[in-house]
Antibody, heavy 122, light 107 residues
Framework: EVQLVESGGGLVQPGRSLRLSCTAS????????MSWVRQAPGKGLEWVGF??????????EYAASVEGRFIISRDDSKSITYLQMNGLKAEDTAVYYC?????????????WGQGTVVTVSS | EIVMTQSPATLSVSPGERATLSCRAS??????LAWYQQKPGQAPRLLIY???TRATGIPARFSGSGSGTEFTLTISSLQSEDFAVYYC?????????FGQGTKLEIK
C-alpha cells in the first residue's frame, strides 16, 4: 500500500527539540520531493518546508516562521523524511503532515500522511 | 512573502447549486496556484494545480480559473460530499503560502 506514516509527535516544553519522522511505503522515496505542512488547532494550513529529491540537489526551503529553527532531511535508504524542530515555541503546536510532492503535479502534494500532533507547553 | 487572501470566509450554498470561491495573491503568482479540499478529521486533498488543471480523480464539476493575482474555484453542482473547507496555495515563489480557507457549508 502506498502511504506515509508520521511519528515522533508529543508534548514538549518550550525551547526544547523534537524530531518527527515520516516513513514512506509502497513507493521509492528517492524519486520524490517531500514537504511538511502543519495545522494549528482549529486553524488553517501552514506550509512548513520542502526538500528536493537528490537528483534535484536534495536542498530545502522553509517558511519564514521556522527558518533557522527547523531542518528537513531525508534518508532515502530507509524511506524516511525527517523534520528536526529546535527552539520550539507555543505557536508551533499543531498537527504536522508530511506529503509526497511529485514532479508531475508541479511538485505539489498527491499523498498525505495522517498527521502527528505536536504540543508545545510547559 | 506572498499573502493569499480567500473570500468569503464562509459560503452557504444549497446542494445542486453552484459555488464560487475566490483567492487573491498579494503579487502575481502567474498560474502557479493550487486548490485543496479538507474535510473534518482528514488530511487535505489536492483538487486543482496550475490554476485550472484537475488532479487525478477529481470530478469535472470542480474547475479553476484565473492567473496573476485573481483566482476562482467553481463547483458547478454541489454534492453532499463537497461541503468542506477549501484552501488555495501559491507555489510561484518560496516560501509557498496558503490562504486562510473558505468553509463551504450547507444552506
Amino acid at each position: 500500500e502506498v502511504q506515509l506514516v508520521e511519528s515522533g509527535g508529543g508534548l514538549v516544553q518550550p525551547g526544547r527539540s523534537l524530531r518527527l519522522s515520516c516513513t514512506a511505503s509502497g513507493f521509492t522515496l528517492g524519486d520524490y520531493a517531500m514537504s511538511w505542512v502543519r495545522q494549528a488547532p482549529g486553524k488553517g494550513l501552514e506550509w512548513v518546508g520542502f526538500i528536493r529529491s537528490k537528483p534535484y540537489g536534495g536542498t530545502s526551503e522553509y517558511a519564514a516562521s521556522v527558518e533557522g529553527r527547523f531542518i528537513i532531511s531525508r534518508d532515502d535508504s530507509k524511506s524516511i523524511t525527517y523534520l528536526q524542530m529546535n527552539g520550539l515555541k507555543a505557536e508551533d503546536t499543531a498537527v504536522y503532515y508530511c506529503t509526497r510532492d511529485p514532479r508531475y503535479f508541479d511538485w505539489l502534494p498527491d499523498l498525505w500522511g495522517q498527521g502527528t500532533v505536536v504540543t508545545v507547553s510547559s | 512573502e506572498i499573502v493569499m487572501t480567500q473570500s468569503p470566509a464562509t459560503l452557504s450554498v444549497s446542494p445542486g447549486e453552484r459555488a464560487t470561491l475566490s483567492c487573491r495573491a498579494s503579487q502575481s503568482v502567474n498560474s502557479n496556484l493550487a486548490w485543496y479540499q479538507q474535510k473534518p478529521g482528514q488530511a487535505p486533498r489536492l483538487l486543482i494545480y496550475g490554476a485550472s488543471t484537475r488532479a487525478t480523480g477529481i470530478p469535472a464539476r470542480f474547475s479553476g480559473s484565473g492567473s496573476g493575482t485573481e483566482f476562482t474555484l467553481t463547483i458547478s453542482s454541489l454534492q453532499s460530499e463537497d461541503f468542506a473547507v477549501y484552501y488555495c496555495q501559491q507555489y510561484n515563489n518560496w516560501p509557498r503560502s496558503f490562504g486562510q480557507g473558505t468553509k463551504l457549508e450547507i444552506k
